[in-house]
């Protein structure tokens, strides 16, 4: 049996980030939430092609997280795949399909430094 690798948010990240990225997430994008908010470390957004890829995407994510670090994480959305989240603790994953992604544009209210004109 393999060693269980030390669960901090940097490890997890990683972690979350390579599984992403092995199940051909687009567009993933890491936010750092430190000293913006207490829901955790960090927020990753990525997108998934279809509902059938977002749905496995964070199953895998969350079977890989289990395996590395023995952390069982809370998943909402699954069921349909439009928009996953998955709840690390420390890092918060949004998975969607293109189009909600598009609508609701989480990421541009937590980048820094976009201010709109108004």
Known sequence: MQALKTANSESILASVLQSLDDDKG???VQINLRGKSEMGD???IATGRSTRQVSAMAEKLQ?????EFGLISKTEGKETGDWVLVDTGDVIVHIFRPEVREFYQLEKMWQPGKVSAG
């Open 26 to 28: 687009e567009d993933i």
């Open 42 to 44: 960090y927020m990753v």
């Open 63 to 67: 079977d890989r997280l289990k395996q």
